[in-house]
């Protein structure tokens, strides 16, 4: 079934088309699934309890972050405690049916946000996966928008409780990391992982050429995007990053899976690799594009984004 999906980007929703994957087949999962933060209509996986939810208020109207508003974190409803839950569930949805389609000892590398990373984990290992690692992914710049509190008074007229509050700010220090959940699908009990690596290939890392300065890589890598990198989704991620986690963990021709391919990048990356993927995404608008960076590489259009990074991730 898998050659139905080799180098492809299927539009189409994952939990219709993993069924259908050959069992034990995949080499490597990486992803950057939704957060459950709700940052888009994508992204609200829970029950929606108030139509404030992705509006705006004047202080956003042009600001390229912070675009449209989310829930809060204490909620506008007692219903919106289960948000988290509701997440976790719609992870396991997935996970489950992954896990019978990736080979023992392969890895998955998945995406997720500081708040909501260890709904993802929980999903995970209860489906059968062994959390491996927690990757830091340093960014080189964050949005960041914290309100001054004496500034929020003052505009109650609380001059005196201004002055107090003076150098305080509502809201979260600047974002400069995300987490990578790393897990791995356990291999044969009473085998060794060198008896793994032997009989399907997967649960090494390539630490050789992945080193940075010399120096082996850590569970903190440095990632930001090139000059010329094409934009697409307003959650994608580098295209140094995903190569990166490809190459560490894959050899070539084997198959990189990617059930929420968004802006392409997964796809991008196996090419310019020589290694194969099988991607889904629900958005017309992000397949349509992802198609279109995909022929760009093809026809050596996107050579500017292949001159981008260090020759040794390359």
Known sequence: MNSDYINKITLGDCLQYLPELDESSIDLFLSDIPYGISLDDWDVLHSNTNSALLGKSPA??????????????????????????????????????????????SFLFVFGARRTIHRVINAFEDSGFLLKDTLAWKKPSAHHRAQRVSIVLERRGLTKEAKKWKGWRLGNLAPIWEPIAWFMKPY????????????????????????????????????????NETRIHEAQKPLAL??????????????????????????????????????????????????????????????????LFQPSLL
């Open 60 to 105: 956003q109207e042009g600001k390229s972050g912070f675009k449209r508003r989310g829930k809060p974190i204490n909620g506008w409803a007692q219903a919106d405690r289960n948000i988290g839950l509701e997440y976790q569930g719609w992870c396991k949805a997935w996970a489950t049916k992954i896990y019978p389609k990736m080979k023992n000892g």
């Open 188 to 227: 044969k009990v009473g085998g060794t992982i060198t008896d793994n690596i032997l009989e399907n290939e997967v649960g090494a890392m390539n630490t050789g050429e992945c080193q940075f300065n010399g120096s082996s890589p850590t569970n903190m890598p440095e990632f930001g995007f090139g000059k």
């Open 242 to 307: 995903i190569k990166y986690l490809i190459k560490l963990t894959t050899r070539e021709n084997q198959i990189v899976l990617d059930p929420f391919m968004g802006s392409g990048t997964t796809a991008l990356a196996a090419r310019m690799l020589d290694r194969a993927f099988i991607g889904f995404e629900t958005n017309p608008e992000y397949h349509s594009r992802s198609l279109e960076r995909l022929k760009g590489f093809a026809t050596g259009e996107a050579e500017s984004e292949l001159s």
